[in-house]
């Protein structure tokens, strides 16, 4: 088994503040897991990663128990204090080594072309700039470095769509951490340059009623091999 590490760096400022949001978000996503089937989901989202992996907005690190042991790193970046604790004791329980940081997706504190794979992981909802984060995640995977990706987004009728943009402009970011429901993480990731591969659009829970951030897509994407970006 490789060695295990995981380290929190301090930080003067984080840079994102959502304590009360993070507790609930930690405690609801543990239910997720057996509840809404999102532990098959995350195996679907790492399933075959090798190398060394960048994950970007780790929560509080749910994910880390199912890399697959070809990966011989993961750097996960995650801006929110609670939330980063919390995935720094997930990393030590984790079967490939872990290294936690602090960070924003938009600055991401690694070298350029460092990575064979990005994962993103219900995060562009809250990312305060879209095409910079993802810009970042360009700079710095390697030509041809992957990036997987589950994130929810837009979907439904008019109607849903109707809510989606009206909760986005009133209560839901600051009840949420910054989430917002309207966004196109399939039409942001092409506009940043990458090249989609197959992708799933899906609800969540698979079998439960459609709510406004129930609408999710899972899937896979490229830095172009000749990317000189």
């Not at 088994?1 to 993070?22: E, G, Q, T, Y």
């Not at 439904?156 to 989606?164: E, I, K, Y």
Request: net charge positive; with cysteine; aromatic share 6%.
């Amino acid at each position: 088994m490789p060695a295990r590490s995981a380290r929190s760096r301090a930080v003067p400022r984080d840079a994102v503040h959502h304590p009360l949001f993070a507790r609930c978000y930690a405690r609801f996503s543990v239910r997720a897991e057996s509840r809404m089937g999102m532990g098959r989901v995350r195996e679907r989202l790492l399933a075959g990663l090798s190398g060394r992996v960048i994950a970007i907005g780790a929560g509080n690190g749910l994910n880390f128990s199912h890399y697959p042991g070809t990966v011989s790193e993961v750097v996960a970046v995650e801006p929110e204090r609670v939330l980063r604790q919390l995935a720094v004791e997930a990393a030590l329980r984790a079967q490939v080594p872990v290294d936690v940081a602090p960070g924003a997706a938009e600055a991401l504190p690694v070298k350029s072309e460092a990575f064979d794979a990005a994962v993103v992981s219900l995060v562009l909802c809250s990312v305060r700039d879209v095409p910079r984060a993802l810009s970042e995640v360009r700079r710095v995977l390697r030509p041809g470095g992957e990036v997987r990706f589950f994130e929810h987004g837009a979907g439904g009728g008019r109607v849903m769509a109707f809510t989606q943009r009206a909760l986005d402009r009133t209560l839901w970011p600051p009840l949420s951490g910054g989430c917002h429901l309207s966004r196109e993480p399939v039409a942001s990731l092409r506009e940043a340059g990458f090249t989609l591969g197959p992708y799933r659009r899906m609800t969540m829970p698979e079998n439960g009623p459609a709510l406004p951030s129930s609408y999710c897509v899972l899937g896979t994407a490229w830095r172009p091999p000749g990317d000189g970006a």
